[in-house]
């Protein structure tokens, strides 16, 4: 709290006079707190590796030596609070516990989510036109072999496409399509889940939208200052795709997950 001000109170620093103005409020530990006006006032340096302060002068540089606080440090040991306890000193005890992690963090978690349940509930709603798969006249489904994997590649595979299952991105499916699956290792080492497409794109109706050009482009961004973007986390899961063509981009391994049923038939997936 404010209670007055006080203009040209008389400091002394080294026999030099360099009075500040003060405003009186309730402060503890400290008589005086010189801030930032008084500083660039009486051209001060602060030296905080060395604890000290320089002022320029016409005759050479004034310096102040600060001094160590002789108030003691307010964490004790265990022994000195045995012995305060000892001598009938007022005590109070209090614990501290983190609650142990059980497995890996979730969605639920994460604070925004538990704030705003309605909104992170399920799958977002359709906001735009479905994603659409053209194809050429006369093209008949296209299913590939699976590719060869090694037993540590298979258990990811599957933790992965469990993963993809619990979020809805994708389903069980006896489609007639199929496209191999493999995996691609990022700079962290973890491994990034691919689909060869090729023989779906090869079969494909190409859109022939133009790309804007480059140049174009910079030449838009003349005389702006500020710039944004913006990276969607898995970005391909963002757009839904037209359920006539959801069964177009099924993609399967020689792998069993739980949520599909027993089949002599390599299961597919499709993404949703």
Known sequence: MIHGRVRDVDVQEAGE???????????????????MDWLGKFRAHLDCHRGRVEFDRGKGRLVYQGVRPTSGSLVISVMQAERMIEISCEAYLATISLPEAVGEAKVG??????????????????????????LEPGTTPISRAPYRMAPAEMAELKKQLEELL????????TSPWGAPVLFVKKKDGSFRLCVDYRGLNRVTVKNMYPLPRIDELLDQLRGATWFSKIDLASGY?????????IRKTAFGQALMVRTFSRSTETPSVEIT
């Open 17 to 35: 006079s360099m009075p500040p103005d003060l405003i009186i409020c309730s402060v503890e530990l400290y008589d005086v707190i010189l801030g």
């Open 237 to 245: 899961h963002q757009i839904p795709i037209d359920e006539v063509d």
């Open 166 to 173: 619990s979020k809805g991105f994708i389903r069980p499916s």
């Open 109 to 134: 978690d994460i604070r925004v989510v538990r704030e705003l349940p309605d909104v992170f509930q399920s799958l977002p709603p359709s906001r735009s036109d479905p994603f659409t798969i053209e």
